[in-house]
């Protein structure tokens, strides 16, 4: 197969069996576990040390042995992860499968963009990853439609052990089918040292330092990793206890949110056919451009949602910021691979990995705290304060951009 076949067909499986537990995860841990607001948002906190304490090594065992293998183990253990959770309804578990989840997760983090970026070139990456977001968004809607029938047929805890299967099968699927041909590993001799590791690591740190604007991206990773966590982990909580659904049938809150989020995933799709057809793949500046203009959308849409009143509101604030968010978010992973030398890019993404879930081990708590003891709107009102900053560092990176080219 070829990389952006291999590419497109990961982004399938992965996105129709992360669409599936995402679209079960709320539901279950709110109603099955009973979970509160703080408690949801220390699950992701768990999965955040995990992350920052696993995601360099795993970085640079990517650039410096093979990141074919680092994506291997990653879906292996995102399954194992997956299937912890639904097998044992604790709040224990959810933490034990977190610090799985965490740890598969580092060894994707980073390496799979910079494997494609290898295989294809980086100025074919910007339209690829858009297309991928397509793909991603509409099998996560299969995966959201597959989540809907089990809950409600099964059972919720089902929607987790089928997902972890499914990333298990996919991790192996890999070892025929992915190939790796513009990617030297270190020597043989050197490969079971730890001395380099360390030259890897070293390189891309010293890539970081000569750069101004690979400095200011530091920030930007920061403040999104601050205001993320609550974002992605008190969403649909807001929505199943602030607003009360209409009464139609015995339709089961899955049911309501999966219908939500078809609909966002449906519009993310057209939104993000539109924007790939209008963005020059080479124009590094343009591409920021609209990052920072999707960003700034995203901060209205955070505090409408936050302060809405009513469900159709609610419902509307919900499905605009999920669709600014998706298609936000592969502009910047464009972006930033077009700025790293190839061979410390698996690092250095690693490296904006590992200060972004700092940021999540930080900000998460506060925002949960909040949302705990006083009201669950401020605590998600909290969010838009700390995702403001991003904007502002977006449009100093861009004043860089343009002086150098003067």
Request: glycine share 10%; proline share 3%; no cysteine.
């Amino acid at each position: 197969m070829s990389a952006t076949t291999t590419y497109y067909l990961i982004r399938i499986v992965h996105g129709l069996m992360f669409g599936l537990m995402a679209a079960v995860s709320a539901v279950y841990r709110v109603d099955v576990v009973g979970l509160n607001p703080l408690q949801l948002v220390l699950t992701g906190t768990v999965l955040e040390v995990a992350y920052f304490s696993a995601e360099i090594p795993t970085g640079v065992v990517a650039d410096a042995y093979s990141r074919k293998l680092s994506l291997i183990i990653g879906y292996l253990m995102i399954g194992v992860g997956f299937i912890v959770e639904g097998l044992v309804p604790t709040f224990g578990a959810v933490l034990l499968s977190q610090v799985i989840w965490g740890i598969g997760a580092t060894f994707l983090s980073g390496a799979e963009t910079a494997w494609l970026a290898d295989e294809i070139g980086e100025q074919e990456i910007t339209g690829v990853l858009l297309r991928a977001g397509q793909i991603g968004s509409f099998v996560g809607i299969l995966g959201i439609l597959l989540a809907m029938g089990i809950g409600a047929l099964i059972s919720l805890a089902a929607g987790f052990i089928i997902s972890g299967i499914g990333m298990m099968v996919l991790g192996l699927l890999l070892i025929p089918l992915m190939r790796e041909t513009r990617f030297t590993p270190a020597a043989s001799t050197e490969r079971n040292t730890w001395g380099k590791l360390s030259d890897t690591f070293r390189a891309g740190l010293a890539s970081v330092r000569a750069s101004r604007i690979l400095m200011l991206v530091m920030l930007v990773e920061l403040f999104i990793g601050l205001s993320d966590e609550g974002l992605q982990r008190l969403s649909e909580p807001h929505l199943l206890e602030n607003f009360t659904f209409p009464s139609v049938g015995d339709l089961e809150p899955i049911v309501w949110l999966g219908g939500i989020n078809i609909v966002a995933l449906l519009l993310n799709i057209l939104f993000v056919g539109v924007v790939r057809r209008r963005i020059k793949e080479e124009d590094a500046p343009a591409i920021l451009r609209h990052f920072r203009t999707f960003m700034s959308l995203s901060l209205l849409a955070i505090v409408w949602f936050a302060f809405a009143n009513g469900i159709v509101m609610g419902v509307a604030a919900y499905i605009s910021l999920q669709v600014i968010r998706g298609i936000s978010f592969p502009l910047y992973d464009a972006w930033l691979t077009q700025q790293i030398e190839p061979k410390v890019r698996a690092t250095v993404l690693s490296m904006w990995g590992q200060i972004n879930a700092f940021g999540q081990i930080i900000g998460g708590p506060a925002i949960g705290f909040l949302a705990t003891v006083l009201t669950f709107r401020l605590g998600y009102g909290l969010i838009a304060v700390l995702l403001l900053p991003v904007v502002l560092i977006i449009g100093r990176i861009l004043q860089l951009s343009h002086t150098s080219k003067d």
